[in-house]
């Protein structure tokens, strides 16, 4: 099985960037697609964006199209969200997924296997 975890989150205001990382230990990263989700207090976790195992196909959340990239760096065993012009409803928990395969991306939590801890993104008005 495959360990992540995720770092980069912090307070920043409306209008500015972070980028997320998550880095992944254990079993050959390579094999797995790769996902972020955030979930605000009160409210369930949502999907954010996907990646495909090779990296060459992603899909987003149409509230963050536009201004977030998800990229996985296999070499390194590392995926990235990079995210701009950030709005106050962007205020959530982040956590990274992964899940082995050999198709494409998912999109929904009870897709992915593995989960880590998650990164705290506050977004100040």
């Known amino acids: 099985q495959v360990q992540v975890v995720e770092s980069g989150g912090g307070l920043v205001q409306a209008g500015g960037s972070l980028r997320l990382s998550c880095a992944a230990s254990?079993?050959?990263?390579?094999?797995?697609?790769m996902g972020w989700f955030r979930q605000a207090p009160g409210k369930e976790r949502d999907f954010v964006a996907a990646?495909?195992?090779?990296?060459?196909?992603?899909y987003y959340a149409d509230s963050v199209k536009g201004r977030f990239t998800i990229s996985k760096d296999n070499a390194r065993n590392t995926l990235y969200l990079q995210m701009n012009s950030l709005k106050p409803e962007d205020t959530a928990v982040y956590y990274c997924?992964?899940?082995?395969?050999?198709?494409?991306?998912?999109?929904?939590?009870?897709?992915?296997?593995?989960w880590g801890q998650g990164t705290q993104v506050t977004v100040s008005s």
């Open positions: 997924a992964a899940q082995p395969t050999s198709l494409g991306y998912y999109t929904r939590p009870y897709e992915y296997n593995y």
């Open positions: 254990g079993r050959t990263f390579t094999r797995y697609a």
């Open positions: 990646v495909s195992w090779r990296g060459d196909s992603t």
